[in-house]
């Protein structure tokens, strides 16, 4: 009987594919193979994703997979299953979800087996040499010595110094040749974990925490809420240690590998074992590298940022979200999975526990384990020796700002770059179209209509609220004190870099953010110099709250707090308390004490009391209430539809059109089509549309319901659009 295989393909279209397999291409392909196939005039890499008897299309319309690239499937049925549930959910199509989880190299068709290595070895003659046959040829004499005792890998002779021509010189001369050698999965760690320092003794909360996840088995969500500096890490280490001597592998995630070198260090010099690294700074091959070794089992521990989550692992035992609150887990192009809650799928899917760690969790996590559905963990005591910062708000009202700084804060910075110390700066550039504040008497500037505070969209001269859609034109004066000086504009971190070299010409200004450490590499160059004190002054953005310590910082400044308090966007107090927390935790981390500065129009605002007193915790479980009360996420559920065009006009008849496909009801709220946060860019006019329901079910079924009427409204040809499910970021 005929057999055809339904193929999920990289193309945008929300559905497989189906081709005809030759009798011995059925025999051997499975779900989870790899098969090139003829698509219009190309050829496409696609995966199995079923292997039917039947196949609707007429039969003179099937086409014949070309090939079958792999025998054995290269994706194991969970991680499938992972794929496939996440391209429902995140509204993708199977091939799009599958572009994101594969590594480069398989998607263009590269071996799934790790490859076989090549070996230098002495041959005969070379065997029979002495080494007063060298004379002055002392490289050559080296290469000989070394191989005399046993065959090399070239990687190996390369490490260790040996000179390639004169390798290549010996090989013509017949003393030595070169082997190709299949590589031997070595996976004693499985039998025999070896410990390479003694690991602490933990606190009681440490061990109450370890305790608690060791003793369930199969899937455990739970959440490790603990203040930073209060032994996460070492909790992830006692963990693996069961995990790893089971003979079972620990995948971890975090946020940014370039900032997080320490932690990585404190996995390899615990245990001695592989530890694969995966980040987006490997070349393809070396990623490859990676992902064999962990499907293979030969690495143990697997750490890497987002894309880590789709490494496939032969024995999984665990996994670890590290800073899970971190909205780098959220793809933002393609398909925008989180990989939080992706992580959680997958370790239902493999039954085992999934640790999420933050000292500031996001109010997604924290609502699951505060309704019991996740475990919930808390160290609140400090392990190491960091001392509490002292914090202060600077009241800018009235205040003349340079570039943003107030004259208190520049003064405080003079202070501590004297004594030989560091400042770091924070711009908050996510408060791009922030709230309408007035400076003289701090008044903001709330909808006529609802609860809520105007966001001002310069381009379009327009303050607009984003909670029912009211616009006006952006006011003249203030309406309680009738000044004129409206601030509604953000400051650039370039900006800001330039008016401190001037301000202080002799200490030098690094600045790291996305734009800075595009390069390869130089985020770590940065980060080098700055350890070695070659920078005083560091001004970034959030980048820099991730994870990394400075120990010679004393200072630290927020200067807008305004732009992340009273954002459109309804995250923007919740990232605000992270990165305030964060930031505060890492200042004067080491023997000197630190500082903390706010800068702000608004001194008693209650939300920032609430966070500078009472701490995260508190501030979070009360955001999470006011959430509640919005029916904003997490208690309720979100989608966004994002629409771009050269005519504003265009993008607001697509969005319209697809309200007008949507219910509307007490669970089922519509708000827009609005102008994005971010209203324009690159001459076109971003606008969009959010739906909110009640129920998660009912806002799958919607979404799956409309989107191939979608795909086909008229208005869709004359923009670009995208929906984002959970969406992180409004801009
Ligand atoms: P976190 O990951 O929560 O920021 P770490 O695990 O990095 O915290 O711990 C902070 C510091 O405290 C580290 O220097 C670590 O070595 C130390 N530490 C952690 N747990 C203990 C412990 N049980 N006993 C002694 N020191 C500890
Ligand atoms: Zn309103
Ligand atoms: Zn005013």
Not at 390 to 395: L, N, P, S
Not at 607 to 612: A, I, N, P, S, V
Not at 623 to 650: C, F
Request: net charge positive; with cysteine; hydrophobic share 40%.
């Amino acid at each position: 009987m005929e057999k055809f295989a339904e193929v999920a393909l990289p193309v945008p279209m929300r559905q497989n594919f189906s081709y005809r397999l030759t009798s011995q291409q059925a025999i051997d392909a499975k779900p989870g193979c790899r098969v090139r196939v003829p698509f219009g005039r190309q050829q496409l890499i696609g995966i199995i994703a079923a292997i039917t008897d039947h196949c609707n299309l007429p039969t003179t319309q099937i086409k014949s997979v070309t090939s079958l690239l792999d025998l054995e499937p290269l994706l194991a049925p969970p991680l499938l299953q992972l794929i496939e549930r996440g391209a429902r959910y995140y509204l993708a199509s199977l091939g799009q979800m599958l572009t994101q989880a594969l590594p480069t190299a398989l998607r263009k068709g590269a071996s799934s087996d790790a490859n076989t290595e090549i070996y230098y070895q002495l041959t005969a003659a070379g065997q029979a040499l002495k080494d007063t046959d060298f004379k002055r040829a002392t490289s050559q004499l080296k290469i000989w010595q070394t191989l005399s005792t046993d065959k090399l890998a070239k990687e190996q002779c390369q490490a260790l110094g040996l000179s390639a021509p004169s390798l290549k010189t010996m090989e013509q001369k017949g003393w030595l040749e070169t082997i190709e050698v299949a590589p031997i999965e070595d996976l004693s760690w499985r039998d025999n974990l070896i410990l390479l320092e003694t690991p602490l003794h933990l606190n009681t909360e440490q061990a109450v925490a370890v305790a608690a996840i060791n003793s369930r088995t199969g899937f455990y969500p739970s959440l490790i809420e603990g203040i930073t500096g209060s032994g996460k890490t070492e909790v992830y280490l006692s963990l693996l240690e069961k995990v790893l001597a089971a003979g079972k592998q620990a995948l971890i995630l975090v946020p940014e590998i370039g900032l997080t070198p320490q932690t990585i260090d404190r996995f390899r010099s615990r245990f001695k074992v592989h530890v694969a690294v995966i980040h987006s700074g490997l070349t393809d091959n070396q990623r490859l590298h990676a992902w064999q070794k962990s499907r293979s089992g030969e690495a143990a521990i697997i750490i890497g940022t987002r894309s880590a989550l789709f490494t496939p692992m032969r024995y999984p035992g665990i996994i670890i979200l590290d800073e899970e609150h971190d909205s780098s887990f959220k793809q933002q192009e393609g398909v925008g999975y989180h990989a939080r809650d992706l992580a959680v799928m997958r370790a239902q899917l493999e039954q085992i526990p999934v640790v999420l760690g933050s000292a500031t969790p996001s109010l997604e996590t924290l609502n699951n384990a505060l309704s019991g559905r996740y475990g919930h963990l808390s160290l609140n005591e400090r392990a190491g020796k960091a001392k509490k910062v002292r914090q202060g708000i600077i009241d800018i009202r009235n205040q003349p700002l340079n570039c943003g700084m107030s004259s208190a804060l520049i003064n405080e910075m003079r202070l501590h770059l004297d004594a030989g110390n560091q400042v770091l700066l924070f711009l908050n550039r996510r408060g791009f179209a922030p709230a309408l504040i007035c400076h003289e008497c701090g008044h903001l500037h709330e909808c006529d209509r609802c609860d809520a505070f105007f966001t001002v969209h310069q381009a379009l001269n327009e303050i607009c609220c984003h909670h029912c859609g009211n616009q006006h034109p952006i006011p003249k004066q203030c309406h309680q004190c009738g000044s004129t000086m409206l601030a509604g504009q953000g400051i650039g971190t370039e900006q800001l870099e330039q008016t401190l070299a001037g301000l202080f010409p002799q200490y030098p200004v690094v600045r790291i953010d996305r734009d800075s450490t595009r390069l390869k590499g130089s985020l770590e160059r940065h980060l080098g110099a700055i350890h070695r004190g070659e920078f005083k002054i560091l001004v970034g953005t959030q980048m820099l709250a991730k994870g990394h310590h400075f120990p010679d910082v004393t200072l630290v400044g927020l200067l807008d707090v305004d732009g992340a308090l009273f954002s459109a966007d309804f995250r923007a107090p919740e990232r605000f308390g992270q990165l305030y927390t964060q930031v505060a935790g890492r200042a004067g981390r080491a023997a000197k004490p630190g500082t903390v500065l706010l800068q702000t129009h608004q001194h008693d605002n209650p939300l920032l009391k609430e966070l500078l007193h009472k701490g995260y915790g508190d501030f979070a479980r009360q955001q999470l209430q006011e959430r509640a009360m919005a029916l904003l996420p997490p208690v309720w559920h979100m989608v966004l539809v994002r629409a771009e065009a050269h005519r504003a006009e265009d993008a607001d008849a697509l969005l319209n059109a697809i309200a007008n496909l949507l219910p509307h009801d007490r669970e089922f709220e519509i708000i827009g089509p609005l102008p994005a946060p971010l209203d324009r860019k690159a001459g076109k006019f971003r606008r969009q549309l959010m739906f909110q329901a009640k129920d998660r079910q009912r806002l799958q079924r919607e979404c799956e319901r409309i989107l191939p009427l979608v795909t086909h409204l008229p208005e869709t040809k004359r923009c670009r659009w995208s929906f984002d499910r959970d969406p992180q970021d409004l801009l």
